[in-house]
């Protein structure tokens, strides 16, 4: 097991593609988290909207500016790993009783805005947080498999400690990635790209009213980052809990961030 966190194992973005199979509700990273992949300059290119150019130049690049309407995102309730702090990437697992009782619970958060589009990822920790949130009451809850969570691979099923254990050294899964395991993992510029094709195809649709995307704790915070044209390495300073609203907006046609994390009462 490596321990150097100066040296670990690198890839490029396209020998990540591909992990988007869900494990069983059991299934932990079968490899050794050690061969940790490191991101590079946080800038992955990425051809959206007819527009190649890197992902962290954000919503002007890839989408001709923010809509005219908010982006909602809401990340979804609580379940038995990230009541334990495990990262849960592609594992299928259902939300807890309390996490079905938070996603009820933002109907009243939700109730003021007039959305008129839905986005879930297809896990269905996130497609029940809407279903439950009352999303699909009046709209179609349409599957986009460009929200699915960060795939974590040999991380997968472990909380941050555990890895850090493993590894002898401060890992963050921002600062030094994951390494294959059950599932190929993917870089953080890998979800930065697939979150920006994400936003791309939603633009339209803010153009009518407000959207809401919902999905997974680090996939929204890259998705935010990307959105407000930052590197997908400044997700890392956006902390964003299980059931919680966030809107992302616009000022004079440049991103903005219009409320932040936001828990029902």
Not at 51 to 67: C, D, I, L
Not at 133 to 146: I, K, R, S
Request: aromatic content about 4%.
């Amino acid at each position: 097991m490596s321990t150097d966190a100066t040296s670990p194992a690198q890839r490029s973005p396209d020998d990540a593609a591909g992990g988007s199979a869900a494990t069983s509700a059991g299934a932990a990273g079968a490899n050794d988290a050690g061969a940790v992949r490191a991101p590079d300059d946080g800038r992955a290119t990425s051809s959206v909207a007819g527009v190649t150019g890197p992902v962290s130049e954000g919503a002007h690049a890839y989408a001709s500016g923010p809509g005219a309407h908010p982006l909602l995102l809401v990340r979804h309730g609580q379940t038995e790993w990230s009541l334990d702090g495990r990262h849960t990437g592609r594992t299928d697992i259902p939300l807890t009783e309390e996490g079905e009782a938070q996603a009820r619970a933002l109907r009243d958060l939700l109730a003021p805005w007039d959305v008129r589009a839905v986005r879930v990822s297809p896990l269905q920790r996130a497609r029940r947080t809407a279903e439950l949130a009352g999303l699909g009451d009046h709209l179609e809850l349409v599957e986009d498999p460009d929200l699915v969570e960060w795939d974590y691979g040999s991380v997968e099923g472990k909380s941050t400690p555990q890895v850090r254990e493993e590894l002898g050294y401060e890992w963050k899964i921002f600062e030094h990635g994951v390494a294959p395991g059950r599932t190929p993992g993917e870089l953080v510029q890998d979800v930065a790209a697939r979150t920006a094709h994400a936003l791309a195809r939603v633009r339209p649709l803010l153009d009518e009213g407000p959207v809401c995307l919902v999905a997974h704790g680090h996939s929204l915070r890259i998705l935010a980052a990307t959105y407000l044209g930052l590197p997908p390495s400044a997700a890392a300073a956006l902390e964003l809990s299980p059931a919680s609203l966030s809107v992302l907006g616009e000022s004079h046609r440049v991103p903005t961030v219009r409320q932040w994390n936001l828990s029902p009462a």
